[in-house]
């Protein structure tokens, strides 16, 4: 009888279970503290004053329709970030007057209204927490000059920010938010490790045998594997075998395709295994290629990228949580003229990229531009004997995001990365990968 190994999935009971069941202020000369990057999960207060109203709270022992924190202070100081994010909106409205939505990771959005004029900061761009966006005003449905701060998450008004602010309390610019975040706290996984499945800060393989077994091979950081172990059996009528951080813990999830479909996520525990279990969406079975392992929107966020029958490619936005809610980006056509693809931050400016092997056995990188891809660049010719790839992570232990790839007589390679979206010269892994369905 064949041993299954401490990682073996709760699998069988997980499908069981499913089965069964405006006076504009003059901008202010004074600048905000330095910003700093965020990897603790901890906000700040974006602005000095008093609180004045909380979440359906007016501070007074009444009652408010109100989805915010309300900071009165001097019109024309700054407004800072919360925290690390990509600015979402900057708009005006009769409501809000000037305001900023800036997205997070775990599915947080933080929204800065009432401005004094539209916000500093670009759509599109991103922000580290501390750094100004705008400056307190009086603009839309205000009597006062004061910031209105919501905090949303996973599409629903966050109310527990209300245990973070003390009615008619003084509050002061960068400090701490005395709350916990969940889903904050963490700092995103590294792109180049994101295939760490056992937590030892080394990257791994996952594959699937010619017997259905689904088998880990331990990195040793240097760009080899240890001895396999099996993880469970019967993943041959599984495709699009896929690395990612899904969920935004700093721990590397799996994405597999069931023959019905339905796309599994498995989210990485803290013991090296699986624990938490999903099905983020359908219709993955029969796509040419999905992805992951990377932010491909700008957000900070992992997301999913999947390439139909038709050749279209898509951008499967996830929100830290381990689903992919969208809206989704459709960003290119054509790409069933590609026989294999690999997701990673490939040139190390923080937007996913994509290389891949062409039917003319041409290998191109694609440069991510947040939501869309650049130009393609011709890396080299002579890939047409290569029958999988995987990478976008660090094998070899040089802090670059490298790639595999296995030839047509069984060779596994590993192609190290430089970090600028080009690659080094290839050396041996071993011999001996012809059987594996899938390797990752």
């Not at 409501?95 to 500093?120: C, F, K, N, P, W």
């Not at 501390?130 to 000059?145: F, K």
């Not at 919501?150 to 209300?162: D, F, K, M, Q």
């Not at 899904?246 to 599994?264: H, P, Q």
Request: aromatic share 10%; proline share 4%.
């Amino acid at each position: 009888m064949k041993r299954t190994s401490r990682w073996r999935l709760a699998r069988v009971a997980m499908l069981a279970a499913v089965a069964v069941f405006v006076g504009t202020i003059a901008p202010s000369l004074t600048t905000a503290a330095p910003a700093t990057a965020a990897t603790d999960g901890q906000m700040i207060i974006p602005a000095s004053g008093r609180i004045e109203s909380r979440v359906g709270d007016g501070c007074r022992s009444n009652y408010r329709n109100h989805d915010g924190i309300d900071i009165s202070g001097q019109g024309g100081t700054p407004i800072v970030a919360a925290y690390d994010g990509v600015i979402k909106t900057r708009a005006s409205n009769s409501g809000y007057g000037y305001y900023v939505d800036i997205e997070h990771t775990g599915g947080y959005v933080t929204r800065y209204a009432h401005m004094a004029a539209q916000g500093s900061v670009a759509i599109g761009s991103r922000v580290t927490r501390g750094q100004q966006i705008g400056i307190v005003g009086n603009t839309g449905a205000s009597t006062g000059a004061h910031l209105h701060f919501e905090v949303w998450r996973n599409g629903s008004v966050y109310t527990a920010i209300n245990q973070g602010f003390v009615c008619l309390s003084t509050v002061a610019r960068g400090n701490p938010i005395p709350l916990v975040f969940p889903g904050l706290s963490t700092a995103p996984i590294s792109t180049v490790n994101s295939a760490d499945y056992n937590g030892d800060g080394k990257a791994d393989l996952l594959a699937v045998a010619g017997d259905s077994d689904l088998q880990f091979f331990a990195g040793n950081g240097r760009g080899g594997f240890l001895k396999p172990e099996i993880v469970t059996g019967a993943w041959g009528i599984h495709r699009h075998l896929t690395h990612a951080d899904l969920n935004a813990d700093g721990r590397a999830d799996m994405l597999v395709a069931r023959s019905d479909g339905v796309l599994e996520y498995y989210a990485g525990n803290t013991t090296g295994g699986f624990g938490e279990f999903g099905t983020p969406g359908a219709g993955w079975y029969d796509l040419l290629h999905v992805t992951s392992g990377a932010d491909y929107t700008g957000d900070g966020i992992q997301d999913v990228l999947g390439a139909s029958a038709s050749g279209v490619l898509t951008i499967y936005r996830g929100n830290g949580t381990g689903t992919l809610p969208g809206p989704h980006i459709t960003v290119g056509s054509g790409w069933n003229t590609i026989r294999l693809i690999a997701g990673g931050d490939f040139n190390g400016d923080r937007h996913g990229d994509i290389m891949a092997v062409g039917n003319d056995g041409t290998l191109y990188f694609y440069p991510g531009l947040g939501g869309r891809f650049g130009t393609r660049v011709a890396l080299s010719t002579g890939w047409g004997s290569i029958t999988a790839l995987t990478g976008g992570v660090d094998y070899n232990g040089d802090k670059y995001p490298d790639l595999i790839a296995r030839t047509s007589a069984g060779e596994l390679y590993l192609y190290p990365g430089d970090g600028t979206g080009r690659l080094k010269s290839r050396s041996l892994i071993g011999p001996g990968w012809s059987g594996y369905f899938q390797i990752e």
